[in-house]
């Protein structure tokens, strides 16, 4: 499974970080969480703080800086193949994330994420 680059513009980059989440996970769900948590693909990613959140979200899958301060402030998350396993070991410790949920509850936007892969 990759990304689908006929009807979206990903760059060699972001491509290479999609085949490596592949390698590691062999499950659609944990590319459709990157996409959902992150939108671009990119390890240095840093979300908009939204009104009433506590910490701010980063890198691949939006880990939380307040929740997961041992995560995001180890110098190993510029590391970006670091920071993937580490995002493929929360999800598969079933830590919540927002995108997760909002892929499992709205229907149009699961299928919106998953138009983003062949």
């Known amino acids: 499974m990759g990304l689908n680059t006929d009807d979206y513009s990903y760059s060699d980059t972001q491509v290479a970080y999609i085949d490596y989440a592949w390698k590691i996970s062999c499950d659609p769900n944990f590319l459709y969480l990157l996409k959902a948590e992150n939108g671009q693909f990119t390890p240095d990613r840093v979300h908009p703080r939204q009104p009433g959140s506590i ?64």
């Open 55 to 118: 910490g701010t979200d980063m890198g691949f899958c939006g880990i939380n800086s307040y929740y997961h301060p041992e995560i995001v402030k180890d110098p190993n998350f510029k590391d970006w193949k670091w920071q993937m396993d580490k995002c493929y070991s929360m999800y598969e410790g079933n830590v919540t994330f927002y995108g997760l949920i909002r892929l499992q509850t709205d229907k149009t936007y699961a299928k919106v994420i998953k138009s983003h892969f062949k």
